[in-house]
């Protein structure tokens, strides 16, 4: 298989699993806020608008790192504090997903105008597609500042990852 084939199927694979993995904990933090919260209704638009702003600022923090790696800026010279920013950047680009994700799925039925829900559907499905990206984003610039190279072959083992 092709190595480019197979880092696409990695992206692809934990662009999406990670933030599912994440949301029983979005589901049980927001069960736990309802209960010291106060009973009145949010304003889903206004909460979902939050997510999107911040979902993109977030990804286009990683796209704009992205693009100034690959235009030769040194990014490695930032060293361990830039790798430790990157990483909880990704970290809450995921976390931000899997909220988006559950927000959207429990509101967009409690949404009164269908002008409103369109915007809100075509807005979640580009931050879906989005996501790929934004994650290929943060692999590329996090393997650079860690230095890493994407290895065919385990070098310990002498073999090659298809035979797992």
Known sequence: MLTVF????????????????????????????????????????????????????????????WVLSRLGVPIERGGRPLTVLVWLVFGALNLIFAGLAGSVTSNYGSLANAETKDSVFIQFLAIVLI????????????????????????PWLDVSQEGF
């Open 131 to 154: 996501q790929p990206l934004s994650t290929a984003a943060a692999f590329s610039v996090l393997y650079r500042l860690l230095r890493l190279v994407f290895l065919q072959v385990f």
């Open 6 to 65: 197979k880092q696409l199927i990695e992206i692809v694979f934990t662009s999406y699993l990670l933030p599912a993995l994440l949301l029983p904990l979005i589901w049980l933090a927001r069960a736990a806020v309802r209960r010291r919260a106060s009973l009145t209704q949010p304003d889903a638009p206004r909460s979902l608008r939050r997510f999107f702003s911040a979902y993109a600022a977030i990804a286009g923090f990683l796209l704009l790192t």
